[in-house]
């Protein structure tokens, strides 16, 4: 298993790299890294094709790099990745928290935690490729939609790639999608909850506030602290949503980041 690890302290990564030589000396895993930049993580993503990925959230004064990182690999090459921080948890777990890490483990680094996550971790990978090399019609996990309860007894398919938001109403949720008009309403527990049950499904989505979870490539724009997405409407409605950027910081920076948008400092 091709494991990467991004951090900009020697002593840590080299020490990483040694524990886990040690740990899993009957199965060598291959180590590639430490990375310091986001640029030498980028190329060695590229070059590589790490299987998981171990990211130190700030780099230097790139102080977002490894969810930048996480970010790319969620949309481009998504494998398991586990973050390593030393930043307080108010700031560091909340930015990662939604972008689907195995793990998030706060410094100084808590190694047998690190060891289980890594065989864990390579157990799901190594799995989610079997199940990935499977024909469509025996994996329901290709089949890229989201079954909802529209009423009693009855299931109704949004395929993912046609969602463009979900909006909230208390229990009652609607996706709009960009070919229907009118939204599809359904019944939930909530949305944070329905959210956080599909995370495989919805990896290119972010739960914005408590009332909407966009559709992060769908978004066209970003203007007067709103994203703007697009919207299938009548003749005289305005054809898009606009959908308000949270003002805390650390959300606001967040979104940014899962943009692919570095937010310049105020």
């Not at 229990?171 to 329905?194: D, E, M, Q, V």
């Amino acid at each position: 298993m091709k494991i990467l690890i991004v951090e900009d302290d020697p002593f840590i990564g080299e020490e990483i790299a040694l524990s886990i030589n040690e740990h899993f000396s009957d199965d060598p895993h291959e180590i590639h890294g430490p990375a310091a930049t986001y640029q030498a993580a980028l190329d060695i993503i590229l070059n590589e094709q790490p299987e998981v990925a171990l990211l130190d959230i700030s780099l230097g004064e790139d102080v977002d790099a490894g969810i930048r990182l996480a970010q790319y690999l969620n949309r481009s090459y998504p494998i398991p990745i586990v973050f390593l921080s030393g930043l307080p948890r108010s700031l560091g777990f909340n930015l990662a928290k939604y972008l689907m890490p195995f793990d998030f483990i706060p410094k100084p680094v808590d190694y047998p935690r690190l060891m289980d996550k890594i065989e864990l971790a390579t157990i799901f990978q190594s799995q989610r490729s079997k199940l990935e090399s499977m024909e469509p019609n025996q994996n329901g996990i290709q089949n890229k939609s989201i079954f909802v309860a529209t009423s009693h007894n009855e299931a109704t398919a949004i395929p993912i790639k046609e969602l463009i938001l979900l909006e909230a109403d208390d229990k009652l949720i609607r996706a709009y999608t960009i070919n229907h008009i009118t939204p599809i309403p359904f019944t939930s527990p909530g949305l944070k909850n329905f959210y956080r049950d599909n995370l495989y499904l919805l990896r290119d989505f972010h739960h914005i506030n408590r009332k909407y979870v966009i559709n992060l490539p769908m978004v066209t724009q970003i203007k007067d602290n709103h994203v703007i997405l697009p919207r299938e409407v009548r003749k005289g409605e305005l054809p898009f949503f606009r959908i308000p950027i949270p003002r805390n910081g650390d959300a606001k920076k967040l979104l940014y980041a899962r943009l692919g948008f570095k937010l310049k400092p105020e």
